[in-house]
């Protein structure tokens, strides 16, 4: 079994011989998560009891704006939505599996270059369809229950590393071979994930700075440590 001390160690050692090629890696991947977060919460979010009634309450003091007006706010939204949606399918999952792999050829060779993070656009159609199907599968665990949707998170998590490293897979077969590769593991890499909780606070209370200059590459850099050792470990 791998040791989380040994990880981090080795996740810091090879952030700290590519750092600002790590920090650039890692800013880039933030903003596209970040960004198709936001999407995720505008399009699954939806207002409570207590929003409704909030809204319903203060709906005599607004003045009514007018149908045309109403259309296009909502056209408006939508686009944004859609928008957002197909960037994330097309633009960052393929950068996300570059992203990845430059982290994991970080482990063993300082040199790697930014080159790497295009890596996910080579056989484009198997890697969109991957992590489509990725997506698809936790969002329908999710809709079930938090805690399922979570536990088949962890379960899909090698899926963006292993796109690349088993080139002769299909999709379906890449996302099996990651839930076989995580079982036994899954809750040790929970673990593992919560023993960054303290820099995560750091970056709050930082407005970002520790997070986009040490903990972001620092954690990356980690998890294709990870990676490596489940798959070692098999």
Known sequence: MWNRQEIKAGGKAAFKANYWRSVGVSFLLSLL???????????????GTQGQQ?????????????????????????????????????????????CYQFFEKNQYSPDTSLDMIMTGFSRYGRTFLTLFLTDLYTAL????????????????????????????????????????????????????????????????ITLGLVDVFWTRPYKNNADAALYNAIRNHQ
């Not at 319903?56 to 939505?81: F, H, K, R, T, Y």
């Open 141 to 204: 665990w999710c809709i079930l229950l938090i805690i399922p949707g979570l536990i088949k998170a962890y379960s899909y998590r090698l899926v963006p590393y292993l796109i690349v490293d088993e080139p002769d897979l299909k999709p379906g077969e890449v996302i099996t071979l990651s839930r076989q590769l995580m079982k036994g593991h899954k809750w040790a890499a929970f673990v593992y994930d919560l023993s960054f909780l303290g820099w995560e606070l750091l970056g709050i």
């Open 54 to 98: 909030s809204l319903e309450e203060a709906s005599g003091s607004i003045p009514e704006l007018p149908p045309a007006l109403i259309a296009i706010i909502a056209g408006a939204i939508l686009a944004v939505i859609i928008v957002s949606l197909l960037l994330r399918i097309f633009l960052y999952n393929p950068l996300k599996v570059g």
């Open 33 to 47: 998560i970040g960004g198709t977060a936001v999407a995720a919460r505008v399009n699954s979010g939806s207002p």
